[in-house]
């Protein structure tokens, strides 16, 4: 390939020359090619590896240089000696005649480097490529990785890193790479070549550890095996890269989704790092935006633009609190590096005015933001402010734009016209009809109008909670004054989204939020009301998209409705439940990924008492979505990843109760229940919602503390019991006697005191003692610390997921296949492969959307589906059959056979049942498998079939129906037919079963046609539709292509040749049968020996266009029905005794002429030369043929109609071949086929060793 002239200082160091000219020099690397170098060679090769030089790759070059200059500069580079030469060539014709013209060496240099810039621009114009920001040295990596691997084009490195790994004892100093799916690791010393591939999805366990013989370590293992890198140049960073590559695997096993590389980062800039990929720029961008919106709560889709330190100036501490500023799409947060001291968010859809202060000595670079509820934000000491604010500006513009065409929307409620294509455009919503609306607190109030549905605009505790004069007691008196604390906290810092977060703030929170604003406060730390802002209208759609519709998420819900807090008068009645119901039913529709678990009836519940329907939905939303990840879907993953952050802790914290948890299993049981429900479920209702404040405050941190409080409040008694039943007995009860005596609600029974025995009372315990002890004990436990554990615990979770689905898949396999001979681990193997082989069209591309093949509400046998292109991969590696150019045809024909349900996709189930067949089932039912793949009835590979044949096929796929209960009669049969039998006869074109009237009080017919239908259904030899000549043919060109590969290849051949004569004499004579019984007057026959008349000058085609000799039919009508069949017999002679009459092989393979003669078999057709069935090799091109002269045959002709076998005679003619029986006798080998197509699949070449993913040591 031609480089962008770059200068070398050693023209000749480690290069050997091998042409030259006064300006050019064509070089080759020395341990290169013929010879290899000897040592020095070696020591070469080792070099190019340790240094990371491109000549590893590319070990030819081309360099220029003037005649009276010492500078050299490389202009060319080739992986082989012929590309290379290519350019040498190009540039002797057209280069050196034009440079003798020039007189000074600058121009010549100038020319030169401006040209060979001009043919790499038309090159990259010609094919299309565009300019990227990767840069020079990257590209050479990425064509390394490549090569030495080979991957694919789609498969795209991230970076690479120098390391050792360590094999035993020995470190071998190499690069590792890392994809998008793959870790690999490449090495070459001292002429020992060492290769690593490890797909990210296979990783149970990753760690950087430090030990006294690896100070600063990485170890990856997977399911067999554990690998040790060392000696990282920055062990940090790649060590991130790692994690993240790694949870997007693990994000590809549970969602099914494949990695889409961001587009819109802003190019690089000329002084960034040189070996900085857009792929690892865009990744990093990621982190740092997941970082941002997990801090600050912000939506999923909110993207982090830049960061920078600054000052802020705090109105209520009168000082500037050093931190940073967060500028995305839609936000503008700050963060104090004091933990705690201070946060903000600013939205800029609040924000009026951004403007530039006047610097001074006190205040450098000052900025003002001001915002629509009148508070103003003092920003100072920020390094680029013009740049920044400009940034802030572009974004408001976008801002603005948005809120606009909102309050178009908004301000055009009354015209149903403007308002249908508006919201239509919004959410795609269908058209509907509204009332006028009024804004009542800044939101839109929906009322019940046509088809429309009712939006409870009220929160059900203000429902069903009305406080009278009377009731007023030093509980309300308390609850009043928390509700005056909150009013003079937001006087000082703020109300609403824009509110300072200070210290104050979370002892606010602590002391428990007044029931009047929680709702408010909820929407507020959570971040809901930023969704909710940003999306008018969205719930409303999603519930009238909801309106009668049904699934296995809704039928869910309502048999959960009722069992949501019965003991609260709320869900008494259709109010609360319809609330309940509309709101679980619009997030199911929202995401249908996750649908309906249970546990978030409790949750929403809960949500709906304090905040309004629409508000409880984007509760529901950043519960389900950012603050609880993963808790909600079918193997509530979440949840089972904090339960082992949760041993985790337990472990660090109350060291001396993990053995005795462990021991009793406690642990895995109190944890799903605690964390799905945030203690709703565990606690009295008043004190479980502290719980939730503190919970939307502080995240998932305040559940870990409060779990690890309650296990330490109760350690004495943990230790003495004696089984898990008596652990959650005394975790139970302590739970029960948790209270608030704050509280202004009336007591409401709890369930799981009701279910209690009537033991001794547990001393009561106040919520917010405990919730405080909380935080003395346990609050040093971080955020970033929690968010590292449950990575190590999401590997392990995901691939125990992976194990058990595996597991029961197999066991499923041997219960419902019962006639597979696979052991355990073959089926293991399999199933991997599988499964590898659907996850790989994800990322590496395929025909149909990976989403539309995995169904997790179907059996496991039947949640990963495959289509043709895919199926077609695993046929060649794993299948006996698959052999030869035919290979692909077959791999059709049985997948059209093996998709039972004809969706053109099969699952593991179809999958095991092929192979199975084919690699362990008796000789007959090999062979009647190798039959019905042929006689199947598909136009795809056989657009001319003979329709009896085709129908007669169909009969048999397609309507399991036996030929014995099969009657196509004609309108005369029928009419005879019906007037002799005591029933009735149905006539049609499609298949039907012919059924006697029944007498209606003969029940016992129906009780034997019960019985005979619960009787297993036995498949007959007999009941096999017969094969006409064309599916013959193709019959055996899969038989010639077979044996392509084995051991016995030429006795194999022989024994073909002469089963393939044998069935064309019995072919012709059951055709000579039915003609002569045709010519008879007066015959009459049934359905099975009608026949159709010949169609004339009907030509045959096959696939898509491609040629071969036709069969022709070298005899007349009147030849046919008077000559007497020679006997078919296998001639042993060569392609040159017998002539061009004689019957031959011709193969088409590569490594033959298109003209040259297989020695393999000779057919002849009889003893008499002119009238011999041709029989040439049956390839692509060739099929069986009837010569009558001597001269070549026509390529014009029609198919043989009458012409046809059964599978008995199939059968019967094979079984005279010893060879032919022993092969289809011989049981497949798997498990090395699965070891070659893992070593496909991972190396991109097979190898004979046991495993593919050890190191495979290659001696140089």
Known sequence: MWLNPEEVLLANALWVTERANPYFVLQRRKGHGEGGGGLAGLLVGTLDVVLDSSARVAPYRILYQTPDSLAY???????SRKEITEHWEWMEHNLLQTLSIFENENDITTFVKGKIQGIIAEYNKNNDIKEDDDTDKFKEAILKFRKLFGMPEEEKLVNYYSCSYWKGRVPRQGWMYLSINHLCFYSFLLGKEAKLVIRWADITQLEKNTTLLFPEMIKVSTRCSEHIFSVFLNIGETFKLMEQLANIAMRQLLDNEGFEEDRSLPRLKKKSPQKVSVLKRDLDARAKSERYRALFRLPKDERLDGHTDCTLWTPFSKMHVVGQMFVSTNYICFTSKEENLCSLIIPLREVTIVEKADSSSVLPSPLSISTKNRMTFFFANLKDRDFLVQRISDFLQQTTSKIYFDKEIVGSLNSDEVFSRQSSIISGSPQRSLSSTSDTDGERQFNLNGNSVPIATQTLMTMYRRRSPEEFNPKVAK?????????IHFAEYGRGVCMYRTEKTQELVLKGMPESMRGELWLLFSGAINEMATHPGYYSDLVEKSIGKYNLATEEIERDLHRSLPEHPAFQNEMGIGALRRVLTAYAFRNPNIGYCQAMNIVTSVLLLYAKEEEAFWLLVALCERMLPDYYNTRVVGALV???????????????????MQYLGVISTISLSWFLTLFLSVMPFESAVVVVDCFFFEGIKVIFQLALSVLDANIDKLLNCKDDGEAMTILGKYLDSVTNKDSTLPPIPHLHSLLSDDGDPYPEVDIFKLIRSSYDKFGSIRADVIEQMRFKQRLRVIQTLEDTTKRNVVSAVRAIVTDTAFTIDELEELYVLFKAEHLTSCYWGGNSNATERHDPSLPYLEQYRIDFEQFKGLFALLFPWSCGAHSDILAGRLFRLLDENGDSLINFKEFVTGLSTMCHADLVEKLKLLYKVHVLPEPFFNEQEDPDSAFEATQYFFEDITPETIHVVTEVESR??????????????????????????????YIRMWAQEREPKLESIKDLPKLNQEQFIELCRTLYNMFSEDANEQELYHS???????????????????????????????NKSRVHPKKENQPLHYGQGDSFCPILDGMDDEKVASSELQDIKLDGGSPKDNGVSSAMLISDDETKDDTSMSSYSVLSAGSNDDDKLQCEDITEDTVLVRNNDETPLPRSSSIDKDWAITFEQFLASLLTETALVRYFEKAGVVMARITNAKNVRMMGKPITSASDYEISTISG
Request: net charge negative; with cysteine.
């Open 1056 to 1086: 073909t040749a002469a089963v393939t004569s044998l069935l064309l004499e019995i072919g012709e004579v059951g055709k000579q049968f039915i003609s002569q019984a045709l010519q008879e007057p007066g015959s009459s026959h049934d």
């Open 976 to 1005: 005879t037919k019906s007037e002799t039998e005591d029933g009735f006869v149905t006539v049609n074109l499609r298949n039907e079963k012919v059924e006697k009237r029944p007498n209606p009080r003969d029940y016992r017919h």
């Open 73 to 79: 500069w490389t202009i060319a580079c080739g992986g």
């Open 642 to 660: 904090d339960q082992g952050v949760f041993e985790e802790l337990t472990r660090d914290y109350v060291p001396q109760l993990y053995d005795c």
């Open 479 to 487: 609850e009043l004054m928390k509700e005056q604390s909150w009013k």
